[in-house]
Structure formats: C-alpha cells, structure tokens
C-alpha cells in the first residue's frame, strides 16, 4: 500500500449526474455534500477523481488515517 493520501470532499450534489459520475463518486467513499474522505493515491482511486473532478475539491492528505 501507498503511503500517500489525498483527502476528496464533495462539493457539488451528485443528483442529475450521469450513473458513471455517481459511481465514481460513491466508490471513493463519499455520500453528501460536505462529505470528505481520505483515500490512498492511487491510479484507479485518481481515475475515479477524474471522472466526477467537477463536483469534488481534492487536497493533499497530511498523513494517513481517517478525518
């Protein structure tokens, strides 16, 4: 595993988005606005950021561990 981190928060409601969208965005963890997670950096978990980046502020985790 990784040591480095990123934290993903949702900004933006994912009502409206196409399904791909969604998913990415439930598989990095998130479920409301607001809700911020911190996920390993890596190609597939930087793949889903990509994919629904509109709609996701994304900073670099100091550490690594749950917010």
Do not use: C, W, Y
């Not at 990123?6 to 965005?25: C, P």
């Amino acid at each position: 595993m990784t040591d480095k981190s990123i934290k993903v928060t949702l900004i933006k409601s994912m009502f409206g988005q196409l399904a791909n969208i969604r998913n990415s965005a439930r598989g990095l963890g998130l479920r409301r606005i607001g809700h911020s997670v911190v996920v390993a950096d890596t190609p597939s978990n930087r793949g889903m950021i990509n994919a629904a980046s509109h709609m996701l502020k994304v900073e670099t985790a100091l550490g690594s561990g749950k917010v």
